[in-house]
């Protein structure tokens, strides 16, 4: 029986845990509040993030991270990308020494630009064959509906990529074997951005052309981006690339493009910033992949206009006409 603990009891950590412990896992759910704890063991839901969701049995969860460690050959980390260092600086060395290490996140890390698998292996002290990174078009609230789905598992182990995927595969989450940690990492946090500006368009009221042409240049800067960066480009037009990239950006569950909409119907960015209590982690990455971007001389001018408006407070209008206004170039250029 594998034994898998699940760092973080949000959203996502909730969901896959769900995804775990139905392909027949025994599941830890590390959680920060009591509460959420309590709720889990006693309910078996954790309402607050998935109301719809009913955990298997095979589900617990507690308080202490070392606990929730104890014996696991697979621990999946789920917190935001930026709290990502502090945590793993207390954790690190609770993690069993033959366990794999599996990132769920989608963010490039602030001052540093690292991905979240480079801040695992340099905090914890591992190599890359131990880290695994999951992505795809994984919309929390539709895996924990049981919603088929599928996703890139990726690691440079061909023994941990197997493990993981044979620990999550069910009849509705599928997944694929993927080699690229790079490309995968790159494509699921740009992804957050350019969800922000399709949903800063939509706010704005345009429609499914702008929507299209915002999905179908930002991949083409994602790619840009990932390929500099040592990426596969084949991974862009995969499930963690086109396809993470396409449901996030069309769908009103996606946090990011919730963001940017409000921010596209005139709300100020404190408010915006007041009413989103959960992760939507391009508002802080598209800072992290500009200069990431800057580092490696790539032009990524969504993500840099996104940014504009998110950090330096400018109008979605003035950086759509910033974007349309751009000296014209060859498309696969
Ligand atoms: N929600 C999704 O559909 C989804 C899907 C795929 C990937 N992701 C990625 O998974 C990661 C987690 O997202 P989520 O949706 O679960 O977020 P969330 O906001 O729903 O939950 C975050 C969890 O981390 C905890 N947390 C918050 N701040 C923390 C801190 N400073 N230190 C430790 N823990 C903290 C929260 O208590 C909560 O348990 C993100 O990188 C996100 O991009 C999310
Ligand atoms: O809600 P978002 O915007 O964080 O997106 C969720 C997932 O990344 C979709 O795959």
Redesign the pocket.
Known sequence: MTVAAV??????????AAVLADAGCTVRIA???DS?AAEINDRHTNAG?LPQLRLPDTVSATTSVAEALDGASIAVL???????R??LTVWRDLIPSDAAVVS????IELRTGKR?SEVIEEVAGIGHDRVVV???P??????AARQPAAAVVASSSARMRSRVAEACATGYFRPYLGTDVIGTEIA??TK?VIALAVGIAAGMGMGDNTMASLLTRGLAETARLGTALGADPQTFIGLAGVG?LVATCASP????RTFGYRLGTGMALEEVIAVT?????GVKSCESILQLARSVEVDVPIVENVAAVVHDGRSPRDVLEALMSRARKHEGA
């Open positions: 760092i973080g009891s949000g959203n996502w950590g909730t969901a896959y959680a920060r509040r959420i993030y789920a917190v935001p990308s930026q709290s990502l502090d945590n769920l996140m989608k963010g979240m999951v992505s795809g994984n919309l929390a609230h539709e895996i699921g946090a957050n993470d569950l996606s946090r990011n209590d959960q992760t939507a982690e």
